[in-house]
């Protein structure tokens, strides 16, 4: 079956500093990849979405400045949250899908919890 | 732009009872709309999907129809059980967009 592991599943880093996320996919190719931030408000909130072979798509208050994504292929992809401040905290979670399957799903990893000292 | 909105924040209730969590949406292009549950510290898992006009859709004793002339996409379920105390979240995927819309979700509290 379709399975994305996200790693690492928690983190804590000190304020001002920087942690990378990663997403694979398994079992199917990761045609998009949509990176959320469910904050302690418990929202989730789109911060951008990654297609292969095009312009990755930023949601308004998120940029590409403060949260680099790396799409390199059909089964990775990576997020950084640069300098990251308290009001990073909360689950980030990546969400892939294959658009070579008609109506296919989003397959959505465990998160990475990100706590901010 | 395309949006979801869920009207509860918590719901509580004692077990056995129904429940009935509101979705509705907006968007310009021809919906496909999603249930996830999200247990404690865990990712969200898919409950239930539709993008047919009128058709009820089942899972785990959950339920949901497509109503495109309301823009809703109700969850219910008859017998509500303790385990079903979790987070719940409606969302959307446009034919005009690629990425899932989540509404805020609703906490669903049962009790003995």
């Known amino acids: 079956g379709a399975l994305v592991y996200q790693y690492p599943r928690r983190t804590i880093c000190k304020s001002g500093t920087s942690m990378r996320m990663e997403c694979q996919a398994v079992g199917f190719q990761a045609t998009s990849v949509a990176w959320y931030r469910q904050s302690p408000q418990k929202t989730f909130e789109l911060i951008a979405l990654?297609?292969?072979?095009?312009?990755?798509?930023?949601e308004q208050n998120f940029t590409q400045e403060k949260f680099p994504i790396s799409h390199p292929n059909l089964s990775f992809s990576s997020m950084t949250v640069l300098n990251a401040y308290l009001e990073d905290r909360g689950l980030y979670l990546c969400?892939?899908?294959?658009?070579?399957?008609?109506?296919?799903?989003?397959?959505f990893g465990s998160g990475t919890r990100l706590l901010v000292i | 732009g395309d949006s979801v909105t869920q009207t509860e924040g918590l719901v509580t209730l004692t077990k056995g009872l129904p429940v009935m969590l509101n979705c509705t949406y907006q968007?310009?292009?021809?919906?496909?709309l999603f249930w996830y549950v999200q247990h404690l510290n865990e990712a969200p898992k898919l409950l239930l999907k539709?993008?047919?006009?009128?058709k009820r859709t089942e899972h785990q004793g959950f339920y949901a129809t497509l109503h495109k002339s309301s823009s809703s996409f109700h969850l219910q379920k008859s017998s509500v059980q303790l385990s079903d105390s979790a987070l719940y979240f409606c969302a959307l995927r446009s034919q005009g967009g690629r990425a899932l819309i989540f509404g805020t979700g609703t906490t669903v509290s049962v009790s003995p």
């Open positions: 968007t310009t292009y021809s919906p496909f």
């Open positions: 539709s993008s047919t006009d009128n």
């Open positions: 990654s297609t292969v072979n095009s312009a990755i798509k930023y």
């Open positions: 969400g892939a899908r294959d658009h070579g399957t008609a109506n296919s799903d989003y397959t």
